[in-house]
């Protein structure tokens, strides 16, 4: 069976959870508009379905429940790249 929903690529979904992780405050109408400041248009339905399909909540419970670990996983490439850019500047 096919989705009347487009298939969401990978450039559309990585912001969407990376604003919502971020900014656990945030609903999905106030995520959109951060996409639209960044220059991408996805609508608010195609952001609550990549929520839902991560597993993050809506957001009044989002901040509440994350879990430190959740967290780290959530943020882990991003904490060794800036280890790396660190260690650079260390032997410059």
Do not use: F
């Amino acid at each position: 069976m096919r989705s009347c929903h487009p298939q969401i690529d990978l450039l559309q979904l990585l912001p969407v959870v990376r604003l919502a992780w971020e900014n656990p405050r945030w609903g999905y109408t106030r995520i959109r508009g951060g996409l639209k400041a960044l220059g991408r248009d996805i609508g608010r339905n195609t952001i609550k379905a990549i929520i839902r399909d991560h597993g993050i909540e809506p957001a009044p419970d989002r901040g509440a429940t994350m879990l430190w670990k959740t967290c780290l996983a959530a943020h882990w490439d991003a904490l060794l790249r800036q280890r790396e850019r660190l260690r650079r500047v260390d032997l410059q």
